[in-house]
């Protein structure tokens, strides 16, 4: 006790009144609780002399307390309890503010008015100027250690087991607190001691301004010894133990790493004191601003200040603390960033990589089907000359598509490598082939949604994932992202193999070689798809093979048709035999119109022949020319079978069709697909056919048509019977094989006695005709477009202009004419529009169109009339007209 302390509690509530404070009475018997019934009005006014009186007046028996906070003149008492000065943490606090700058400070705080309590404790009271005093605060705890657990508390944790006893170590009493004061003594406290003056008193409070009281907290503040838990996003904890040997960059970093080296730009070390080190933020003179090592399981920083990069009062180890510097944040992808930039700075092992499990894929035979929806392998038959044939098809390769960009350029590698089994690219970008419902071949254009599937079911595509717990590289299977398949679509251009066309037999190369293996030729860009199983096929045609063959197809499959003449049987098997030839020459061929007198004549089993061979794109004759040109471009751009066939056209129907002539003339046939924007362009590569009772053409078409009649020529033509075969259709069924190899020997034995061609004139088709010429010849097959004449007659334009000239030249000779003259001369044998006579502007028109034109052996020739301002008209006969027949 020093000489200044009062002896009596009236004595020291008039030295705290005078100093500016407000007193409390405290009841005297150990719990510190003021004695007077609402003491809250207290903490706004200040207690009064009258009230003191009364309180501590001679005989009372009472304890003394002041009121802290702005009732007392903004007064905050900082309190050591008795066991922190027992463990030196007053000792500590000053240590550290003598080397922190704050000494001066310190030591106006210690003697300014030092108080002991009765447990040991000291008492410091400080006048806070510029800021209002905050409440009673708690700066500094520690976890009780179980020898100091009081009964009270260890029942506590009986029932809770997980409950925290702490004590407290420093603390303050602020705005709303109150502390007792000496001379408080006897029973007032429980032990029974007196609170004893050390230093000062109540006049010689010092002032300190809001900053230096701040920097003193803080200080009292970092002896603070609770445990505190890491925030996932400064100082992330795995979960699992990394494999043996293994070391994340982050562990590594802290390991060879001290705080200089990460915080050195933002702190200055002040001095360390056991395994605290102390930092005082740069540009300030004096206070401590953080510390290091201060935690007992892991060295982190703890930063008190909030004029720092960092976040107060959080703990950062120090791969946190340099993720925050270097990435600007503490979030799961600045971790990720960061520890990526440590590994490149050689911190951390070499992560473990766990392989993809590998997808079986054993080495498999296919027949030619997609590989996306294989057929069984066809079993071994007896047949023409041999049994199927197969090809390998490869497993399928692994590719890492972490990278999006990587993956697309990988691939395209394996497009360019051949890697990629059954696909190709046509007009339009990739697509495949497989068969459909029907067994019936179907080129597919890919979209999107396609080619995922495909890479899903022909490349193991998998991304590198790093676990971000065990720090392993793991391959996980992943598909390709839509994007990516979009991108890779919209392409200008594949490393694939270009797809010209399917064919659905063997077929002669334009070298006279024999393409007979299933799936994808390069040579000729062709797929080979079969529609029956393929007889192996000996390597030289024999004259056995050649007659036997013969005898297949001309005695058995053809004989018992009714033929009108020798040229339908003869056109018939030139359309037969034109899928084989198909590769071997160049432009396209006209259509064949399989036509008969009345249903049941033998058409449909015309057709079969085909279907049952190469298969038919078989479609209903469409409504008008717009109608027609969307299905000629749906046969082109989404079947694959060599044949298609408009069926079952009107009775007598004229078939007359602009769409048609640009068709049947046209190599290479282009439109917009449905569904499509932009324009795609297809080889016409198939054979056209049309069927139909009493067929007839008009305008150009009748030159681009070769005819197919049959004529039963007795009333119920299906109910005939005695064929050589039998039922054709069971027939086909069973030996449709066996025919296919019976066609492909005849075109093989012509190919090898030279391909002998004979010329015949037939506008675009010339080539073509003139080898089929040949090629019939070779066979010994009369009739080769020997039905000029017949032809005209199937023609109702031609027919009708023919008569329509001969008789104008025989009535009227060379007489120049008008088109008024020639309605009125010629009534009955002017063309017609319906039934009615065309005007004069109408047939006009119509003969301008058909000027230099010849019908038969006539033309017309237009005259101008100079005189009289108009046209006139006159027929020219020519003499000597050539045939077309066959020319050697």
Request: hydrophobic content about 35%; charged content about 25%; proline content about 6%.
């Amino acid at each position: 006790m020093t000489d200044s302390q009062p002896t009596d509690l009236r004595a020291a509530a008039r030295e705290l009144y005078d100093a500016g404070l407000c007193v409390l009475p405290i009841k005297a018997d150990g719990s510190k609780a003021p004695s007077v019934r609402s003491w809250t009005q207290y903490k706004l006014n200040r207690s009064t002399p009258d009230e003191h009186d009364a309180w501590f007046g001679s005989g009372q028996t009472a304890g003394i307390a002041v009121v802290y906070g702005a009732v007392s003149g903004n007064i905050e008492m900082i309190e050591f309890e008795g066991i922190a000065v027992r463990e030196g943490l007053l000792d500590e606090v000053t240590e550290i503010m003598e080397a922190s700058g704050l000494a001066e400070v310190w030591g106006q705080v210690l003697t300014g008015w030092a108080t002991q309590s009765p447990s040991g404790g000291r008492h410091f009271r400080v006048r806070v100027d510029g800021v209002d005093v905050p409440g009673n605060t708690k700066l500094a705890s520690r976890l009780a250690r179980e020898d100091e657990y009081t009964d009270e508390e260890k029942q506590r944790l009986r029932e809770k087991p997980s409950a925290r006893i702490v004590r407290v170590l420093i603390e303050t009493r602020g705005q709303g607190g109150y502390g007792l004061v000496e001379p408080s003594g006897g029973t007032v406290h429980s032990s029974g001691a007196s609170y004893v003056r050390l230093e000062g008193g109540p006049a010689t409070i010092p002032t300190l301004d809001a900053e230096k009281w701040q920097a003193i907290r803080d200080v009292c503040r970092m002896l603070d010894a609770m445990p505190r838990e890491d925030r996932a996003k400064t100082a992330p904890r795995p979960k699992r133990e990394l494999p043996e040997g293994a070391v994340r960059p982050g562990d590594d970093f802290e390991a060879r790493t001290d705080w200089s080296q990460i915080i050195g730009a933002e702190f200055d070390p002040i001095f360390t004191r056991g395994s605290t080190t102390y930092w005082r933020r740069k540009g300030k003179n004096q206070g401590i601003s953080a510390t290091t090592g201060h935690a007992a399981d892991r060295d982190r920083l703890y930063v008190f200040t909030t004029s720092t990069q960092f976040e107060s009062e959080t703990p950062y180890d120090k791969f946190a603390a340099y993720t925050h510097l270097t990435q600007g944040g503490t979030k799961t992808e600045h971790f990720k960033a960061a520890a990526a930039a440590l590994r490149r700075e050689g911190y951390g092992s070499e992560p473990t990589r766990r392989r993809l499990a590998p997808v079986p894929a054993p080495q498999h035979f296919a027949d030619g089907s997609s590989a996306l929806d294989p057929d069984p392998v066809p079993d071994l038959q007896d047949g023409f000359e041999g049994g199927p044939q197969l090809r390998a098809v490869s497993a399928r390769p692994e590719l890492d598509i972490t990278n999006e960009a990587d993956g697309i350029d990988g691939v395209l590698a394996l497009m360019g490598e051949g890697r990629l089994p059954d696909l190709y690219k046509r007009s339009g970008g990739p697509c495949w082939v497989f068969r459909d419902d029907n067994d019936d071949p179907v080129v597919q254009q890919l979209g999107t949604d396609n080619l995922r599937a495909y890479l899903a079911d022909h490349v193991s595509s998998y991304v590198v994932k790093r676990n971000a717990v065990t720090e392993e590289l793991e391959e996980q299977r992943e598909l390709f992202m839509p994007k990516s398949c979009s991108t890779i679509l919209g392409r200008k251009d594949w490393p694939l193999p270009i797809l010209r066309g399917v064919v659905t037999s063997p077929v002669i190369r334009r070298d006279g070689t024999l393409l007979d293996s299933l799936g994808y030729d390069r040579a000729t860009g062709l797929y080979l798809e079969p529609r029956v199983p393929l007889r192996r096929l000996a390597p030289q045609v024999t004259r056995e093979s050649l007659e036997r063959a013969k005898a297949i197809v001309l005695d058995q499959v053809l004989k018992d048709f009714p033929w009108v003449a020798a040229s339908d049987r003869a056109h018939f098997l030139g359309a037969l035999l034109t899928p084989i030839l198909r590769p071997y020459f160049h432009g396209p061929t006209p259509m064949f119109v399989l036509t008969a007198t009345a249903a049941g004549t033998g058409k449909s089993l015309l057709k079969d022949i085909f279907r049952y061979c190469y298969g038919i794109a078989d479609t209903a004759w469409p409504e008008n020319d717009t109608e027609l040109r969307k299905s000629i471009t749906t046969q082109l751009y989404g079947t694959g079978q060599p044949v298609v066939v408009l069926d079952n056209l009107p009775n007598g129907y004229v078939i007359k069709s602009p769409v048609l002539s640009a068709l049947l003339t046209s190599e290479v046939w282009g439109d917009r697909v449905l569904g499509a924007t932009s324009k795609v362009s297809m080889p016409n590569d198939r054979v056209w056919i049309v069927t139909g009772n009493s067929l007839r053409t008009g305008g150009d078409n009748g030159r681009r048509v070769l005819w197919v009649r049959l004529d039963a020529d007795c009333p119920d033509p299906d109910q005939r019977d005695n064929f050589t075969i039998g039922d054709l259709r069971p027939w086909l069924r069973s030996n449709a094989s066996t025919l296919v190899a019976a066609l492909v020997t005849l075109v093989r034995a012509w190919v090898a006695a030279g391909a002998p061609t004979i010329r015949v004139r037939k506008g675009d088709y010339s080539e073509w005709a003139s080898m089929m010429a040949g090629l019939l010849g070779f066979l010994g097959v009369d009739g080769w477009m020997a039905d000029r004449d017949e032809a005209r007659d199937q023609d109702d334009e031609l027919q009708e202009w023919s008569l329509f000239l001969e008789m104008w030249r025989e009535t009227y000779g060379e007489e120049p004419l008008t088109t008024g003259a020639l309605i009125k001369g010629l009534p009955n044998h002017v063309p017609r529009k319906g039934d009615e006579l065309p005007s004069a502007n109408q047939l006009g028109i119509w003969l301008k169109g058909r000027r230099g034109r010849y019908f038969g052996t006539h033309k017309v020739v237009m005259v101008v009339d100079s005189h009289r301002k108009q046209n006139l008209w006159r027929v020219e006969q020519h003499t000597d007209r050539g045939t077309g027949g066959h020319e050697s």
